[in-house]
């Protein structure tokens, strides 16, 4: 496995390779037959199995289907041995058809790209984070009684003082005697009306705080382990633009207030880095736009001046709101 001239190949390396070094195994110079499925059909959700990614390319059902009951210990051993090896010839074969793919595709270097990619991932999966939960605790019971208020808040305002902020039904219908007629209380349709009822921002903004105290309070809590840190699972392609995922818990997905919960290690630092405007940049260079390029040059905040244009006010007077306002139009304009 350490040898660095031979090629491993690995179905689901993620997972595999952090079993091994989890074992005390490390291996170098590995591919990972997953991944380049992943990469061929441009699908993040197709979690297909090895099974089905054999029945998928291989002519054959090269796995026999034997029927095990009644077998005695020994034969049980000897079929898991055989029932490894095929697996492991089929991985084999599928790396030379799906290897054939990616070349097809001039996927070589994205491919390249990936695999570089996947020790860090399994680090981040092994080392997991130190977690402050009882700093953050003090701050959960803030945004529980914010959330309290802001109940108080809509109640008062549709003059509703019994509704159930919980029940879809309640909102509805207290909505409706207010003159506010809404399809549905998804967090999705009530942001078209965020901008014209003022009761609609507060009960949006009451969902939103709602679902990250649900999610990151005592679920939270009982994702840490008993060194003090989260492990979660990292996935590599998490969606069909290439981003990495995280669930059970999605450390991506923690609200900002949550960031000095996180801790390094005594004696090391957390560093945060991020590409300025990376995907502007990237339109820029294949557009060949100019004043795409000319911003860039100059070290303007393209999205600032974006609301500067779409508002037709002085760059400095733009707010953070409407920052955000022209980031979701040049996101969009991608």
Request: hydrophobic share 40%; with cysteine.
């Amino acid at each position: 496995l350490k040898d660095e001239s031979s090629l491993k190949i690995f179905y689901d390396a993620a997972a595999a390779v952090y079993f091994l070094e989890a074992n005390g195994h490390k291996p170098e110079n590995y591919s990972d037959i997953f991944v380049m499925e992943q990469l061929i059909t441009n699908d993040a959700s197709s979690d297909s199995g090895l099974d089905l990614l054999i029945g998928k390319y291989l002519p054959l059902n090269v796995l026999e289907d034997i029927q095990i009951l009644g077998f005695s210990q020994y034969e049980m051993r000897a079929w898991l041995l055989k029932s490894v090896a095929q697996k492991a010839e089929a991985i084999y074969a599928l790396y030379g058809i799906l290897a054939g793919k990616i070349e097809d595709g001039y996927l070589e270097e994205v491919l390249q790209r990936e695999i570089r990619v996947l020790p860090a991932l399994i680090k981040l999966k092994n080392d997991g984070f130190l977690f402050d939960y009882s700093g953050w605790e003090i701050q959960l019971q803030r945004m529980r009684e914010e959330l309290c208020g802001l109940e108080k808040q809509i109640q008062c305002e549709l003059n509703a003082l019994t509704m159930d902020i919980q029940s879809p039904a309640d909102i509805k219908a207290a909505l409706l005697e207010n003159g506010i007629s809404v399809i549905s209380t998804s967090e999705e349709c009530l942001a078209v009306y965020e901008d014209q009822y003022p009761v609609i921002k507060k009960i949006c903004k009451y969902k939103k705080l709602h679902k990250q105290i649900q999610t990151f309070g005592e679920k939270l809590k009982a994702n840490i382990r008993k060194d003090g840190r989260i492990r979660s699972n990292w996935k590599l392609n998490g969606s069909n633009t290439g981003r990495m995922a995280c669930t059970s818990p999605n450390l991506q997905g923690m609200p900002a207030k949550a960031k000095p919960y996180f801790h390094a290690d005594k004696g090391n630092k957390l560093v945060i880095a991020d590409y300025s405007q990376i995907e502007l940049r990237v339109m820029a260079s294949l557009s060949k736009d100019k004043r795409l390029i000319e911003s860039f040059v100059k070290g303007d905040d393209l999205h600032k001046k974006t609301a500067a244009m779409i508002l037709s006010k002085p760059i400095e007077e733009v707010s953070d709101d409407e920052r955000k306002i022209a980031k979701t139009a040049n996101f969009g304009l991608i």
